[in-house]
């Protein structure tokens, strides 16, 4: 059975860091393409970031790029995303997704597997 299981969200002041981690089983890391998402409240379900199957590539959204960082490691079979100055805007429920490579043009139909996600709260 696969799971994604995130960690890291939680109440941060504009401005601040936060350090998210998905840590995946029952599946292999290196065979899967991984995204992150976020869904505020009354509001879709957005793309924040991808990373291509070995780490050398990386994708973002406009809104969160040059602060946002995704990185993973699949010694560990764990996807990380580094948030850093941090914004109001930035409040949601955050996702980790594992799929195909459709994730790397921001398509959350590219998902096979979801976590069962995480908050981040922004405070100003």
């Known amino acids: 059975q696969v799971q994604l299981v995130e960690s890291g969200g939680g109440l941060v002041q504009a401005g601040g860091s936060l350090r998210l981690s998905c840590a995946a089983s029952?599946?292999?890391?290196?065979?899967?393409?991984m995204g992150w998402f976020r869904q505020a409240p009354g509001k879709e379900r957005e793309f924040v970031a991808a990373?291509?199957?070995?780490?050398?590539?990386?994708y973002y959204a406009d809104s969160v790029k040059g602060r946002f960082t995704i990185s993973r490691d699949n010694a560990k079979n764990t996807v990380y995303l580094q948030m850093n100055s941090l914004k109001p805007e930035d409040t949601a429920v955050y996702y980790c997704?594992?799929?195909?490579?459709?994730?790397?043009?921001?398509?959350?139909?590219?998902?096979?597997?979801w976590g069962q996600g995480t908050q981040v709260t922004v405070s100003s």
């Open positions: 997704a594992a799929g195909s490579g459709l994730l790397l043009r921001g398509a959350p139909n590219g998902a096979n597997y």
């Open positions: 990373i291509s199957w070995s780490g050398t590539n990386t």
């Open positions: 029952g599946l292999t890391l290196s065979n899967s393409v």
